[in-house]
């Protein structure tokens, strides 16, 4: 069935470039599958406008309409928008008072998934294993009460921006220090010595998990942003090479946290089974980076859902959850 679909990318976040790249490739095969696809784009200073300037393989610039208008207008809108003002809750508030179905977590799951220190705490309370950790305030003293090499990160950002390995003292001040410059809230974590393995995760009421798959970092300390988005530096392995029950450990708790967090559509559970064999959640990525070769992509590629029918699914059960919501007396 092909729909009318308007695809939002760019956004206020440094992850402006990345979002831009995940869309091309959504744009590509929901055309290829017969959707009619609108882009708009919302630039770093904010302001949205229908339709791309400078990239030529998005929809063109559409004069004349209004992207207010536009968005009640079509079937169905995939925010492919990632960090603050874009996977945080923001936009999915906007598409919750525009009444159009979207793609991926609402408002409370996007925000939450978001803070990785609520995050965590919503996740220790439903019996989950995380990863340890202390949250700084603005203002507090750079502190661990763990061993070296610890994790400094922002709370609420992604593609590894302003996070640090501290291997001492001066390192933990200057990694806080940074963190601070991109949020008011910092966490200090302990570090997992282990095998980082992500799943998919896919589904609204249902949801199940992909086959996990391990990150090998080839060239760097740890899965930095070079080691994301530079080619060559990370290899994908799938299934990751861990125990069968550890896969199934993996995709059990993926799912766990998916259901925890209220989240809809899609995720990727970033974790990690440390040396001892215990699984630990580090984070769901509500947006994840949505590519055709991008990990969640490959992932659901290696557990036979390719990806032009991957984007199908989302745009159904974007529909799915608003009629069914749409029935709810409130
Ligand atoms: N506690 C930890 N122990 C060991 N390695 C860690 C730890 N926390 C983070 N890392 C490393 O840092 C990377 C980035 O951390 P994390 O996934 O929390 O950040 P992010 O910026 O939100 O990532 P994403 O791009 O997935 O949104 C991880 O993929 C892992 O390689
Ligand atoms: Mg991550």
New binding site residues.
Partial sequence: MSRRIAVILGGRSSENPISIASAQSVVRALESSGDEVLAIEVGRDGRWQLGTAGHPELPARLPGKEVATTLSDVDVVFPVLHGPFGEDGTVQGLLELAGVPYVGAGVLASALCMD?DVFKAVLRDHGIPV?ENITLRLGDEPYSPFDFPV?V?PAR?????G?T?AHDDDELRRGVELAFEHDEKVLV????AGV?VEVGVLGNLKPFASLPGE?V?THNE???FEA?YDDGEMDLVVPARITEEQIERAQELAVRAFVATDCEGMARA?M?VRDDGEVLV??L?TIPGFTSTSVYARLFEASDIPYPELLQRLADLAVERFERRRALRF
């Fill in positions: 990785k990863t994790f990160k950002l992604g593609s590894s921006v996070i390995m974590e302990r570090f997992v980082e990150i970092v740890w899965y930095d994301k970033d990690f580090n984070e990525n």
